[in-house]
């Protein structure tokens, strides 16, 4: 059973430039949720997908967007990047109707902003 | 609102002895809490969850932790450190309000010597 897959794994762009992360959640999960780690920091959630629709989001500005397909597969996209922007992105899948934060979170995407 | 403080960002053990790593919460709703392990280059790997049935949790690879209302606190201890627990350890707090969403330390880095 796959469980949540990112890509890329690594990736590196310059200032201004925009960005597009995947996530594949984990089988038989419906909602994705995007969270932000810099570099010795804990993560920090940035937000949240379910049924196509963002549901909450955390303190982050309107350059950080996604969207959320059909199958459940998510994307998030920075616009303008900063070198702040350069983090660890972590992709966590879940199933709304199950109870107890079933969270199965992905390897994360590294972005490096130069 | 809802914040975690994970009290010391480094803890170094001999392999065998006892690991303790301490984590207090803050939180206006009854919360739910979590220990996350990360190791380098990984996402994260959920260790345990308090979800108000028990107050003593236990995890895999022999961690357990304990939820003190009184003390606000949901330390981690493992008896007997191995060098293979060498990693970062986060604490997470979310609220049983439905919707998902952790808010994570600032993590706790665990060093074991031989």
């Known amino acids: 059973d796959a469980g949540v897959t990112q890509s890329p794994t690594h990736l590196i762009k310059t200032r201004g430039q925009q960005v597009t992360l995947r996530c594949s959640p984990k089988s038989g999960h419906d909602t994705v949720s995007w969270y932000q780690q810099a570099l010795g920091q804990g993560p920090q959630f940035i937000f949240q997908y379910y049924e196509e629709e963002e549901r909450q989001r955390g303190n982050f500005p309107d350059r950080f967007s996604g969207h959320q397909f059909p199958n459940y597969s998510s994307e998030l996209n920075v616009n303008a990047l900063l070198l702040g922007d350069s983090a660890l992105y972590l992709c966590?899948?879940?199933?709304?109707?199950?109870?107890?934060?079933?969270?199965?979170f992905g390897s994360g995407t590294r972005l490096t902003v130069v | 609102a809802q914040s975690v403080t994970q009290l010391g960002s480094h803890v170094s053990v001999s392999e065998g002895a006892l690991v303790l790593l301490r984590c207090n919460y803050s939180s206006s709703v009854p919360p739910y809490l979590f220990w996350y392990v990360q190791y380098p280059n990984q996402g994260l790997q959920l260790l345990l969850k308090?979800?108000?049935?028990?107050?003593l949790v236990k995890g895999i690879n022999g961690f357990e932790a304990e939820f003190k209302k009184s003390e606000t606190s949901f330390h981690l201890t493992k008896p007997s450190a191995h060098m293979s627990d060498a990693a970062e350890y986060f604490c997470?707090?979310?609220?049983?309000?439905?919707?998902?969403?952790?808010?994570f330390g600032t993590g706790t880095r665990l060093l074991v010597s031989p």
């Open positions: 997470a707090v979310g609220g049983n309000t439905g919707f998902q969403k952790l808010v």
């Open positions: 308090y979800t108000s049935a028990a107050t």
């Open positions: 966590a899948s879940s199933l709304e109707r199950r109870e107890n934060y079933g969270y199965t």
